[in-house]
Structures are given as C-alpha cells and as structure tokens.
C-alpha cells in the first residue's frame, strides 16, 4: 500500500473545514425560524477527522463496512461532498427539513451510509454481528466468491461506558469473530466532563480478554521524532504523565502556556529546554497536539500494518476540537464556535471570502488533487447499497392437530420449511437468545444444524446418548445460537436483515425469544427497525397465560409496542390457519421494497415491505377446521376478520386478539342466548387495522372522501346502539380503540398489573379476562336481558 501523505493531509484539511462551516452555516447563517441552537458537535468532528481521513482515503476497499461515530457526521457529510456524492443544497440544510442528517441514517441520508448510528454503542456493536453474518453468508455455495470485507466501527469513548458493547464481545468470542475494527476515538472528554484517569489500561484489557488485537496510537509524526532529540524521552515521559483535563486545558490556551508549563516542569534540564526552544509557539502547540489519532500519517501507516483477519481494537489518542480555536476546552462538546472565532480560523485555513463552500478551497495543485480522489479505492467501485432478487415463497400448508398452541404450530410450519428444498428455506437464518428449544426452534434446528466456519461434532451423538437436540455445528449450518443477551439478539436481526443491502445475498432472519423480555433489546429493536433491517421476530410465550411463570415473566405492554413501532408489522394469531397464512405474506413482506404508495384498499404501505413480529402463546386451543375462502385469507393479513358475523340487529359484538379466543367465543355463546345476532371479531393484528385506520383518517382529511380502511369496511354495518366488548391478554388499551371507529360505546377488557402465579383459568379470572368477565359486562353495561349466573368482575383486579 502506497500512502500519499500530501493528498491525505490536503483532505484532511478539506474536511476539517467542510464539516466545520456546515455546522457553523447551520447556526448563526441560515436564518432561524424557531431560535433553538440547531448544534453540530464542531469539536467531536475534529476529533476524528484525522482518522476518518486515514481509514477511507488509504485503508478500505468498496466491500469494507463503516459505522461512522454519530457526532462525526458533519465529517462524513463533507467526505462525500468532496467526492460529488452529496449536494450543497443539503449540506447547507444540515440538521432541517430534507438536509443531511444530525447523525448518519441509512433510510434518511441520500448518501453511502453503510449502518445508521446515534443510539449510542449500538451502531458498535452491529459491526460484530455484521462481520458473523458475513462468515454465514460466505459459508453457503450460493454466495460463491463472496469479497470478504472488514466491519469497522469508529468509537466514541464515551460509548464504552454502553453495556451493549461488552454484550457484544463476548458474543463475538464465542463465535470466533474475525474481519472487525473498532477504531476508539480516545479524546478523554465526553458531556459532562473529562474521562477518569487510566480508562485506556481497563479498555486493553477487556479487549485483550476477548481475543482481540489491541493496538495503542499515542503519538504523531511530530512526537515521535521530537522523542528521539536529546531529552525526547523526558517529554515522552512528562506526556504520558499528564493528566487528561491538564492537557486539555494547556492545549486550549495555545503555544505560550504550553511553553510555560513545560519549562516549569522539565525546563533547566539542558537537552528538553533546548528541545523547547527551538520551536516557535506555534510549533511547540503543534507538536504537542499531534497525538496519534490527529496524525493522518500515523493512522494510515498503522491500518496498512494489520494484515491478519483479527479482530482489532485500535486506541487513537485525539484532541477534542484538534486544529480550530476551540480544542481542549471542558464545554466543546456542545461548544460551536463564535463568528469571531470563525472569521479568524477561516483565515488561518485559507479558504477565501466567498469560496465557503467550494470543495478544493485552498488546494494548489487541484489537478493532481482530483487525480488522487479519482483512485480511492473505496470510492472507486461506485455504488455500495446492493440488492437481491426476490425468492419465491412455497405454500404453507395449514398444521393438521385439532389442538394446538401458535408456538408449536410456528415450529411445525418451520418443520415443514427445513424438510423441504425451496430457495426460501436455504435463505432462513434463525437465532435465540439460549431459548432455542423452548420457542420451538428445535425441529428447524436438528434438521439445518447450527451454524459454525468449523464443524463441531454432537457429543451426545458419538456417544448415542438419546437427546431431543441434535447440536451439530457445521458451516452449512442454518442456526446461530446466542447467549441471553436480547440486545445482541435484535443487533444480530438488524446486521442479518441488511445483508441483500451490504453483500448483495439476501438472507431471511427468524429470531426468537420470550415475549416478556421483547422489551430488554426495545432499543435494538428499534435501532434494526431504523435501518429498515427485514427480520422476523417471534414473541413467545406471552401473557399472564404464561401462568405458572407470574410477575415479569408475563408479558403486558408489548401489543403496544408492536403497535407503536415503526417499521414493524405485528400480528397475534390465535389459531394455526391464521398463522400459517400470515407467515406466508410475511416472508414475501420483509422482500418488499416498493416506493411507498398506500393500498388503496386497505390504506396500509404494503409494498414497502418492513420486518414482521408474531406475538404467540403456548396454549393449545381447538382449531376451527379448514378454512381456505379468500376472505378468510385477507382478512387474517388485513387484521381482521368476522368469525361470527353479526346480525342486522346485533346488540353485543366481542373483539378479541390472540389467546382469549375460545374465552371470547365461548362468551358470545353465552350472551347469545338472551341477546340477538352477537358477533365475534377475530383479530389478528390490531396494528394493522390502526395503522390503515389513521392512514384512511388522513387521506380523507386531504379530500378523498373514498378513502375507507379495512376495519371501517368490518364496523360499518353495525347499528350504532350496538356495543363492543373487547378481550386480549395484554394491556386493554391494544383493543380498546375499535369503539372510535365507527360511534360504538366499548368495554376493553386487558392486563394491566403485574401478574402472579396460578393456573391460567385463576388468572383469566383474576383480571377478568374469561368468558364471565365477558358476559358479566354484557349484563351490566349494556341494555337487555341478564344471564343468571353470570357473576360480576368485583374483586377481579380491574
């Protein structure tokens, strides 16, 4: 590798610039329609330009994968303004309405962002699990002559204090991790105030720990040449001695104080005073300043020395806010520059009056600068977002058992998958936080291995030990079992559901875990939903109908959560068909990648595809025979569909999602003996039918009066004296809504308190969720005739 230094610093320098004037436009040029600081975090972008510069403009290649720092946006904005990548009208919008990004966004930048980052440590860590789907994907023979690429994550160290880290890299030991960099950006000074003393020792050695190659950058070019004058030892010595906010502080005010200090403490001592004084203030300042990750030399020899497939874990010393008036100071997180400050550095790096925002202001030899840009490697395959055909889905054949819980029909549907050969099943990765066989991943399992780049053979079968798992593990492999940790699980989901993106074969994730523990890697998830990953995630158990569990292992809220997140599609089924019929449109969903535009007949953005999470339970019910009609079909991916169709004079409807169902049918046998035409509405996705609901809400706002979602079309023949009484094990407020869609008063029934221990009819009863809270509703809140017997929901938590 040749490393052209002149070109690296005049980017360098660009960049600096670039990213700084954006930040300061953004502030105090472009006008101000709600006077709030728009921010930018000038200091933390100098920070890393050095290294930044160093990593794309000499050490990658077109396969390589970044996550760039969130606060080093600005620098990689102006990164691809220089190559032509990123127009001026955007950067000048940076931080408002269609401009670049706070912080780099797959799904909002127009630019080359390989993963989205400002969750702070998860943007980390998805580079390891990038890397092991990489190794997973390069295994298999329809991924031939895959390029194997590095996953790089440049690191602020303020982010090492996020547990998911350390999460990850035990992950990444057990998996035998190779083809990663964390580069830390060690600048010592984070929000608040300066990083303790000595954090660099503790950070090797968990690196180290973990089988990582650590390499420490401390000093620049300047350093280490200064280090070999006579005395250079004794200022080596005094710098490694200083401490952290000593040093900020000295570099803050400049050259003179520097001098002062230094001959106080190491002047009179011959060799270092003479050392010191034959630089000017400047000079002195500059040397002082160039530490390791503020030297682009010094980087980019260092990525050019590692040439083993190791992880690697680079420690780059750097200076907050190194090169503008504002370096080392305690406040330049949040700092920006004043107009002042401005005015005087724009001086200092030449870029004149009106050329702001030119991208070769200053460059001499623009000729020859452009001739460098033009053979980057990393530029210089073009486009880096890549794309898969689309596989096709086989049928899904409904699960035959007349009793069957949603979990165990997943694993059978799963089953019928592995034993067959389509191109969707040799696509299927699925992952479990250490809940393989307790989620009904088993039978997938034993029949597509586990996954390994080394093959491992099953103990307990060399010894014919009769076992229900059959852990062998083999590169063909299928399976990559995780430790308990759900924010590595929803890490490895987003990094699996972006590899038709950054290798250009598209895998098809299934992960599983506990319902109640969707909400330990709530930001994970939110984080691969972001990026637009196209996972499925399977919540099982769930409820207080995981009875004999009790408290937090009995999922509330996470209906909700399906609901409310963005670029998920939930669904809780309650019998086997529906399942089989939603899976089958999910994996065709998470393909999609279509421009947006609503369904006219449901008002939903199904062409756009997104990730899909199942909500399932481990309670048998009887299944409701076979039922293929088409309406059926749509109505289970709609998100509704009557399974009792009320009547002209219906007085009571019943809406239930997922495990209550035979509660709720059973109840509306019961009420319709006294009442007439009662209905049942079968849910199977309460956020579906919201989401075309608002969508339609909206669409007639904007004066299409024809615009009418699915659960309008399923409300809108009820008289409006009817009543709706809604069911689910979850928090009522996932059902409770349907009234508002068409005028009818509504009694939600749900959990909304901590569980307990007991059997599951004791803890229907308890929060009044079985079939004589039900009609006990229907008694007392609604007109006609009481059913005797029917007790009333006193004492029942509600």
């Keep these: 590798m040749i490393i052209?230094?002149?070109?690296?610093?005049?980017?360098?320098?660009?960049?600096?610039?670039?990213?700084?004037?954006?930040?300061?436009?953004?502030?105090?040029?472009?006008?101000?329609?709600?006077?709030?600081?728009?921010?930018?975090?000038?200091?933390?972008?100098?920070?890393?330009?050095?290294?930044?510069?160093?990593?794309?403009?000499?050490?990658?290649?077109?396969?390589?994968?970044?996550?760039?720092?969130?606060?080093?946006?600005?620098?990689?904005?102006?990164?691809?303004?220089?190559?032509?990548?990123?127009?001026?009208?955007?950067?000048?919008a940076f931080r408002g309405l269609g401009g670049v990004q706070s912080y780099p966004s797959r799904t909002k930048d127009t630019d080359d962002v390989d993963f989205s980052t400002g969750s702070v440590g998860l943007g980390v860590a998805i580079t390891s699990f990038a890397s092991l789907v990489?190794?997973?994907?390069?295994?298999?023979?329809?991924?031939?002559?895959?390029?194997?690429?590095?996953?790089?994550?440049?690191?602020?160290?303020?982010?090492?204090?996020?547990?998911?880290?350390?999460?990850?890299?035990?992950?990444?030991?057990?998996?035998?991790?190779?083809n990663c960099w964390w580069i830390i950006d060690y600048n010592r000074q984070s929000l608040d105030g300066i990083v303790r003393e000595g954090l660099f020792g503790r950070v090797e050695k968990i690196f180290e720990a973990f089988g990582w190659n650590v390499i420490r950058i401390k000093y620049g070019v300047l350093q280490r040449a200064a280090f070999q004058e006579p005395g250079g030892h004794r200022l080596r010595d005094w710098i490694d001695a200083c401490p952290n906010a000593q040093y900020s502080a000295l570099t803050y005010q400049g050259g003179a104080v520097w001098r002062k200090r230094l001959m106080d403490d190491l002047g009179d001592q011959g060799e270092v005073s003479a050392l010191i004084e034959r630089r000017s203030d400047p000079e002195l300042?500059?040397?002082?300043?160039?530490?390791?990750?503020?030297?682009?030399?010094?980087?980019?020899?260092?990525?050019?020395?590692?040439?083993h497939d190791r992880p690697t874990c680079f420690l780059a010393y750097t200076i907050k806010g190194w090169g503008t008036p504002i370096a080392g100071h305690k406040d330049n997180h949040g700092g920006l520059m004043t107009k002042a400050q401005m005015e005087e550095w724009q001086r200092h790096m030449g870029v004149a009056e009106g050329h702001e925002w030119d991208p070769f202001a200053g460059v001499v030899n623009k000729e020859a600068f452009q001739d460098f840009l033009s053979r980057v490697p990393f530029f210089a395959g073009g486009t880096r977002r890549h794309g898969d055909a689309r596989l096709a889905i086989p049928d899904l054949s409904p699960v035959a058992d007349r009793e069957i819980s949603t979990q165990a029909a997943f694993g059978k549907i799963l089953d019928q998958l592995a034993r067959g050969d389509s191109a969707l099943a040799k696509r299927i990765i699925t992952t479990s936080p250490d809940v393989t066989g307790t989620t009904s991943l088993g039978p997938w399992v034993n029949r597509r291995k586990l996954f390994s780049r080394q093959a491992q053979a099953d103990a307990f079968i060399e010894h014919r030990i009769p076992s229900t798992a059959r852990w062998e593990f083999a590169p063909e492999g299928q399976h990559l079992e995780l430790g308990i940790a759900e924010m590595n699980l929803f890490l490895?989901?987003?990094?699996?559901?972006?590899?038709?993106?950054?290798?250009?074969?598209?895998?098809?994730?299934?992960?599983?875990?506990?319902?109640?523990?969707?909400?330990?890697?709530?930001?994970?998830?939110?984080?691969?939903?972001?990026?637009?990953?196209?996972?499925?995630?399977?919540?099982?158990?769930?409820?207080v109908t995981l009875a004999p569990e009790g408290g937090a292992h009995q999922s509330i809220g996470t209906p909700l959560t399906g609901m409310a997140q963005d670029g998920l599609a939930s669904f809780e089924p309650a019998f086997a068909d529906e399942l089989a019929v939603i899976m089958e449109w999910a994996f065709d969903y998470l393909q999609r990648d279509g421009d947006g535009a609503f369904d006219e007949r449901t008002w939903l953005r199904d062409e756009t595809g997104g990730s899909v999470y199942l909500r399932l339970t481990t309670k048998p019910l009887e299944q409701p025979g076979t039922r293929g009609d088409q309406a059926f079909r749509q109505g289970a991916i709609d998100g509704a569909y009557w399974l009792r169709k009320p009547g002209p004079n219906c007085e009571v409807v019943i809406a239930y999602q997922g495990a209550v169902a035979d509660e709720a049918i059973a109840a509306a046998g019961l009420i319709g003996t006294t009442r007439r035409d009662v209905g049942v509405l079968a849910v199977t996705s309460a956020d579906r039918l919201n989401a075309g609901w608002t969508a339609a809400q909206r669409e007639r706002a904007r004066g299409n009066r024809q615009a009418i979602s699915h659960v309008e079309r399923l409300m809108g023949d009820l008289p409006r004296h009817c009543r709706l009484l809604t069911v689910i094990d979850g928090h009522p407020a996932t059902l409770a809504w349907l009234g508002s869609v068409a005028g009818h008063a509504t009694i939600p029934h749900g959990v909304e308190h901590f569980g307990q221990t007991g059997t599951i009819g004791d803890l229907y009863r308890h929060f009044a969720i079985d079939r004589d809270a039900l009609v006990a509703s229907a008694n007392g809140l609604t007109s006609g005739p009481r059913i005797h017997g029917a007790r009333t929901h006193d004492g029942y938590g509600r």
């Excluded at 300042?285 to 040439?307: D, K």
């Design 4 to 92: 052209e230094t002149g070109h690296l610093k005049t980017v360098e320098q660009r960049l600096l610039w670039l990213s700084h004037w954006m930040i300061h436009h953004a502030n105090h040029i472009r006008p101000k329609v709600d006077g709030i600081k728009t921010g930018g975090h000038q200091a933390s972008s100098a920070s890393m330009v050095s290294i930044m510069t160093a990593l794309y403009f000499s050490a990658l290649r077109s396969e390589d994968r970044v996550a760039v720092k969130p606060h080093a946006s600005p620098v990689f904005h102006a990164m691809q303004y220089l190559m032509g990548r990123q127009t001026r009208a955007r950067m000048e």
């Design 134 to 178: 990489q190794d997973f994907v390069a295994a298999k023979p329809w991924a031939a002559g895959l390029p194997m690429g590095r996953m790089v994550a440049l690191v602020g160290d303020a982010e090492l204090d996020e547990g998911n880290i350390y999460e990850a890299l035990q992950e990444g030991w057990k998996n035998d991790l190779r």
């Design 285 to 307: 300042a500059a040397l002082m300043e160039n530490l390791g990750g503020n030297c682009v030399e010094t980087m980019a020899e260092t990525f050019a020395g590692v040439t």
């Design 492 to 543: 490895l989901l987003g990094a699996a559901g972006l590899s038709h993106s950054l290798f250009g074969k598209r895998l098809i994730p299934i992960g599983t875990l506990y319902d109640p523990f969707v909400h330990r890697g709530l930001d994970a998830l939110n984080y691969a939903c972001y990026q637009d990953a196209r996972f499925m995630v399977v919540g099982t158990p769930s409820g």
